[in-house]
């Protein structure tokens, strides 16, 4: 079980390159992978992201890949003379606008894109790729490490959470039994006070107190809750990314919950089931977090 939360980072070099990548991944429902590189290696992304998603399958991942020539040799500096001439020209057509002069710095050429490439049309993507791959592959080494322990700490969160919701389940199972015999002693009080003093044995009072006790009953929505319970610690053993379908069981779990407390009209019942589903929701946070 893995979280989607994590970290890695490779390196590694061949006889041209020296590449670093990193990895990072935040929660997000569907898989998204955001390369960022060199544009000269734009033809690899699609070799990236399936390598990515061959090891992770949910969440938003971000690669970014530096690369560095072997041995620190220069990277060539090449200048787009016609772009910096018309950047050039841009400016002075601005202060003929507003009629002063109006030049552009330094700083001005430096932060136009494409004006100054470093390395641009240097970069074989295929040579390239001899680095990259084993960094590549030594930053999901990492990330998977580390999203496993994110995932083990998660884990143990959620087995012992599951523990008090059966601990309430059981409050629950205890508590439904003695409603009906709640709900014949306020009949009994309200016929009273309405000056209708029936004899509790009377087949009218017998007949409504019945309805009303398979009205109350709950003992299909607890053996649902546990059933959901055991499948949700089934899941947790389970080798594939098991996130979806918790994400499911714990709609099915609140479900359940807020039947039992509309059937059973109770305020003792009541106030554990607003105690399960504070719980319950505690757990659905943390499931948005697993892959």
């Not at 998204?32 to 060199?38: G, L």
């Not at 090891?55 to 620190?72: D, M, T, Y």
């Not at 003929?96 to 109006?102: C, D, I, K, L």
């Not at 649902?224 to 996130?243: Q, T, V």
Request: with cysteine; hydrophobic share 45%; net charge negative.
């Amino acid at each position: 079980m893995h979280s989607m939360t994590g970290f890695g980072r490779g390196a590694a070099a061949s006889e041209a390159w020296h590449a670093t990548v990193e990895i990072s991944t935040v929660n997000r429902k569907q898989a998204e992978v955001v390369v960022q590189a060199p544009r000269e290696l734009v033809e690899l992304e699609s070799r990236i992201r399936k390598t990515v998603l061959g090891v992770v399958s949910r969440g938003r991942i971000q690669v970014s890949i530096n690369l560095e020539r072997a041995g620190g040799a220069a990277a060539a500096i090449q200048v787009d003379g016609a772009l910096a001439r018309a950047f050039h020209a841009a400016f002075i057509e601005v202060g003929q606008s507003v009629g002063q002069a109006v030049l552009p710095s330094a700083a001005d050429y430096l932060r136009q894109p494409g004006i100054l490439n470093i390395g641009s049309g240097e970069i074989d993507a295929e040579d390239a790729w001899l680095a990259i791959e084993p960094a590549l592959q030594a930053a999901l080494t990492g990330l998977v490490a580390m999203r496993q322990s994110e995932g083990g700490h998660l884990k143990a969160d959620f087995l012992a959470r599951l523990d008090t919701l059966g601990g309430f389940s059981a409050k629950i199972a205890s508590d439904a039994p003695a409603r009906p015999l709640r709900q014949r002693e306020l009949l009994a009080k309200r016929l009273r006070e309405a000056g209708l003093d029936l004899d509790p044995a009377d087949e009218r009072v017998v007949k409504e107190l019945a309805l009303f006790a398979d009205r109350c009953d709950v003992s299909e929505e607890l053996t649902r809750l546990d059933s959901h319970c055991a499948k949700f610690r089934e899941y947790l053993e389970a080798s594939e990314a098991p996130g979806r379908a918790l994400d499911f069981l714990c709609q099915e779990m609140f479900r359940e919950f807020n039947t039992i407390g509309s059937k059973a009209n109770d305020a003792r019942i009541a106030h554990t089931i607003v105690e399960a589903k504070t719980e319950l929701e505690k757990i659905r946070e943390q499931v948005q977090n697993l892959e």
